[in-house]
C-alpha cells in the first residue's frame, strides 16, 4: 500500500503571510496531484505534476514535484481568508487506476 | 453537465439497516470511485471501477459493495449498518487514463451518512 503523509496536519496563520505544505511518501508516483477542500463540498482539483521536478504556478500557489518522484510541496505567497480549506495531495500510480490520497493540511487563514 | 450526483445528501441510518448511496455522473467517464471521508481526515478509497461490468477493491471495502452495469451509475450498497460507517460518502468519475498522466478526479457534494 502506498502511503502519502502530509505536514503539517494544520496550519493558522494571519492574512498576508507565507506558508508551505508538504506531501512526502517513500513510494514513486506516476503523477501527484494537490485539491483544496471546502468544508460540506467534495475536494476540487488544483494541479497535476508528472514530471520530476516540475514546478507550477497557479496565481499565488506554486507546486513542486520532487525529483524522485516521491513527494511535493505547496507553497502560498500572501495567504488570504479565501485560502481557508483542507488541502489534500493524492499520488496516482500508473499500473492501477486508483490515486492515493493524503490525510490532508487543514489551512485557516484569518483576516 | 450536471457532473457527479449524489442521492441522498443526509441519512440517519440504525444498526443493522441496509442502504444504498445513489452515484450518478453524465460526462461519460470509464473510471468511477467511492471514499469515504472521516472528520479531519484525507479520502480512504472504498471501491473502483474501471468501466462498465468492472469492479475491484480499494483500501477499506470490508462492509460494503458495488455495482457497475452502466457507464454512468455507481452504487454502494451497505448490508448491515455499523458505527464504524459514520462517514461522509465522496463519489468520483475521471476519463479514460493516458498512461504516464494523471487525470482529473471530478467529485460529488457527498453523502454524510450517520449510523447510530
Known amino acids: 500500500t502506498q502511503l502519502l503523509e502530509q505536514s503539517p496536519q494544520f496550519l493558522s496563520i494571519q492574512e498576508g503571510e507565507n506558508l508551505t505544505v508538504y506531501c512526502n511518501s517513500s513510494s514513486v508516483f506516476s503523477s501527484l496531484q494537490w485539491y483544496r477542500q471546502e468544508p460540506g463540498e467534495g475536494p476540487v482539483l488544483l494541479v497535476t505534476?508528472?514530471?520530476?521536478?516540475e514546478v507550477k504556478k497557479l496565481k499565488r500557489l506554486t507546486f513542486q514535484f520532487g525529483d524522485a518522484r516521491k513527494d511535493s510541496s505547496l507553497h502560498i505567497t500572501a495567504a488570504q481568508p479565501g485560502d481557508t480549506g483542507l488541502y489534500l495531495c493524492a499520488g496516482k500510480d500508473t499500473n492501477a487506476g486508483k490515486s492515493t490520497f493524503g490525510d490532508g493540511t487543514t489551512l485557516t487563514v484569518k483576516p | 453537465n450536471a457532473g457527479v450526483t449524489q442521492t441522498p445528501k443526509f441519512r440517519i441510518l440504525k444498526i443493522g439497516q441496509s442502504m444504498t448511496l445513489q452515484c450518478t455522473q453524465d460526462m461519460n467517464h470509464n473510471y468511477m470511485y467511492w471514499y469515504r471521508q472521516d472528520p479531519g481526515m484525507g479520502l480512504k478509497l472504498i471501491y473502483y471501477s474501471v468501466g462498465a461490468g468492472i469492479t475491484d477493491k480499494g483500501e477499506v471495502p470490508n462492509g460494503y459493495n458495488v455495482s457497475r452495469s452502466t457507464t454512468e451509475d455507481f452504487p454502494l450498497r451497505l448490508e448491515l449498518a455499523a458505527p464504524s460507517q459514520t462517514s461522509v460518502y465522496f463519489c468520483?468519475?475521471?476519463?479514460?487514463?493516458?498512461?504516464?498522466?494523471?487525470?482529473?478526479?471530478?467529485f460529488g457534494p457527498g453523502t454524510r451518512l450517520l449510523v447510530l
Open positions: 468520483a468519475s475521471s476519463q479514460s487514463r493516458i498512461p504516464g498522466l494523471g487525470e482529473t478526479q471530478y
Open positions: 505534476v508528472v514530471t520530476g521536478g
